[in-house]
């Protein structure tokens, strides 16, 4: 991790002026490492106070506490006050400067790793043609940047606690990208990671009850919303999808094993044998005695259209 070069000024007593460079222990592998604070700070700007044309390494946001100013990159400017904050991304030449009559005070986070670009598009910005951004936590986030500055000191403990609090400083930036463009529901996260979610949750379930509207609720979704999503993509129902797995589950076991009929319900998530046996026979137009009948020895024959 770099240093960061903000110029410091002497403030007035009433504000912040903290600049700090990490050389954390992060640096020996940072290029695996999923997301880290490169450095932070505090700054109460003078007048007309500016910075750059630069070119950064790392992807880097200004905060405004309060005052305003303008922020350039390429053929862009951008006035930024209080409440707002800008994204500098890496190897973008940029531009910024403190207004001539009410200056801003900003705090600044400098981070990178792997899933860095990814989190920025949570933000609802993107590196070419949305670069501002609106939060109203400001005294939340500066909370957050003071509690990085306390954990300077080269340790484990305290490399844990900076990465845990950049997240938690990216995490209130989002909620307020969120709130901010009225997302619906089914613009919050991708469709497929909650169908995804769910075939690994059968997977791993299909022996024990499942109900929908808890897997939903669990996920913080509407149990309608997440039947929608996962009929629109899987074009069957959960309760179907659940169904059909545990019948080619119950296929392989007729046809590879032993063991009674009852034990293979059990095994497939039916208390009652009986139940099992209708729903296998509505499904194969046989018993699961009929079809292990027909079709023990010969696993070619199966039905199962979908294997894991």
Sequence with gaps: MGIETEEQVSPPKSAFTVSAGFECLEIFYKNNVDLYLCYCGIEDCSKGHSFGPAVRNEYLIHYILSGKGIYRV?????????????????????????????????????????????????????????????????????????????????????ELRREGLLYLFLS?????????????????????IYVEHVLRYIERNYSKEIRVSQLAKEMGLSRSYLSSCFKKQMGETVQDYLMRIRMEKAETLLITESVSIGQIAGEVGYEDQLAFSKVFRKKYGMSPSEYRQNYKGNEEKLQIQYRF
């Excluded at 933000?123 to 951004?133: I, M, Y």
């Excluded at 969120?178 to 497929?192: A, G, M, N």
């Design 74 to 158: 390429g053929d862009k400017t951008y006035t930024v006050q209080a409440g707002e904050y800008f994204l500098i991304c890496p190897g973008q030449t940029t531009f910024y400067q403190a207004d001539e009559e009410n200056p801003w005070s900003y705090m600044w986070i400098g981070f990178q790793g792997i899933k860095a670009p990814m989190y920025i598009k949570y933000l609802h910005l993107d590196e070419k043609e949305k670069l501002v951004g609106k939060c109203g936590q400001a005294e939340y986030l500066k909370s957050l940047i003071l509690q990085m500055l306390e954990a300077r000191a080269l340790t484990f403990a305290n």
């Design 172 to 192: 209130e930036l989002t909620n307020a990208a969120e709130r901010e463009v009225e997302l619906s529901e089914e613009d919050k996260y991708p469709q497929q």
